[in-house]
């Protein structure tokens, strides 16, 4: 059984000789270790080839004290090693990378989370979801996109591509093995969810368009059934309402958690026709550490719009990248319990979708 679906909540990496570098693989080869569909490039321009494609094996949190963190490609802002794949493309006197792993410890940043800061990030069409072209961390040309729950990021580091070879190519990316793409995508979120598996805090993030960056105490997480989340949550949650046809009637529960120290929860729901459209709920009472500040401020990302609005009897702050593409956000108080609400760029969704689904949200 893959690492990722025994994994021992209290296991830690403790030992120099259990700790496991980057390693080259296949990408179908891949697919049997991860939590995430490996998708791999139908399309390249013609002077390229895939160099490499490179795992990072999932590995419980820690890291030996004989081990430097770049043995084991460990990044800098936690102590957790949950797995990635990165694929290297090069061509005549340009390089790119693409690396994909399932973002799993926060809504992904207004969809553009390796983009962060771009002034104008370009949305454009991508299989069945939304990606985008902007500049990323490292300032070099960038795109993103999340497709069936894997964060795919596609940096340029030598040379240049046009922006058509660039969408073309996260467009034709396809499964590289079908039918364990299709393992991953049954199996509900909390139970990919390194964090959550490992009871252990994942880095803090930008949650999106206002100033939310809390940390996450999945140590003191409890998974609910939809049963729970009715009668046992330690405050009143809600899901998405309405019709079949309406904008709610898209999306199902799919996993939910609450943080039994903090009176606040979290759900995870997925949209019934596609893999990669997904909202987040954060229900927190008001004097939970989890709870967001009201009014917010806005993060240091741009957005088309930031507005206090009218809604279901109280002021919602609402907040787009644009309004045609998402990302989209809304964080209010009803009751003595506030609430926020992320939808990813969606190409089922638009601005208006997004406000009357939040309208229409109710007790499950």
């Not at 104008?120 to 490292?138: H, I, M, Q, R, S």
């Not at 070099?140 to 660039?166: K, P, W």
């Not at 803090?204 to 999945?218: K, R």
């Not at 240091?300 to 507005?307: K, L, M, V, Y």
Request: charged content about 25%.
């Amino acid at each position: 059984m893959t690492v990722w679906r025994s994994a021992d909540p209290e296991t830690r990496l403790t030992r120099a000789d259990d700790a496991a570098p980057p390693r080259e693989t296949a990408p179908a080869d891949a697919q049997a270790a991860v939590n995430f569909v490996v998708f791999e490039p139908e399309w390249l321009p013609d002077d390229c080839r895939v160099e490499t494609v490179t795992h990072r094996p999932e590995q419980p949190p820690g890291r030996p004290s004989d081990v430097a963190a770049e043995d084991i490609d460990q990044t800098p802002h936690s102590d957790g090693n949950p797995c990635s794949v990165r694929t290297a493309v090069a061509g005549e006197d340009r390089r790119l990378r693409l690396k994909q792993f399932c973002y799993d410890w926060a809504p992904p940043s207004a969809s553009i989370a390796p983009l962060w800061r771009t002034p104008d990030p370009a949305p454009f069409e991508c299989g069945d979801a939304v990606g985008w072209l902007g500049t990323d961390y490292k300032d070099n040309r960038g795109a993103c996109v999340q497709r069936d729950r894997t964060q795919v990021e596609l940096s340029v580091s030598e040379g240049e591509f046009s922006d058509e070879e660039l969408t073309r190519l996260l467009d034709g990316l396809t499964p590289a093995d079908p039918e364990g793409a299709r393992r991953v995508r049954r199996v509900p979120f909390h139970r990919l969810n390194y964090w959550v598996r490992y009871g252990c805090r994942p880095p803090v993030v930008p949650h999106g368009l206002w100033d939310y960056a809390p940390e996450h105490p999945y140590e003191a997480s409890l998974v609910l059934s939809p049963v729970a989340l009715r009668t046992d949550s330690p405050v009143p949650a809600l899901v998405p309402g309405g019709s079949d046809s309406s904008p709610g009637g898209q999306f199902v529960l799919d996993s939910a958690l609450t943080f039994t120290e903090a009176d606040a929860l979290e759900a995870v729901f997925r949209n019934r026709a596609n893999g990669s459209d997904h909202l987040w709920l954060l229900a927190a009472d008001e004097d939970s550490p989890l709870a967001p500040s009201l009014p917010p401020d806005p993060s240091d990302q741009s957005a088309e719009t930031r507005a206090a609005l009218d809604l279901r009897g109280t002021t919602v702050h609402y907040a787009a990248l644009t309004e045609d593409r998402g990302a989209w956000e809304a964080l209010w108080a009803e009751d003595g319990v506030r609430y926020a609400v992320w939808a990813g760029s969606s190409r089922s969704l638009d601005g208006a979708a997004f406000r009357e689904l939040v309208d229409s949200m109710e007790s499950p």
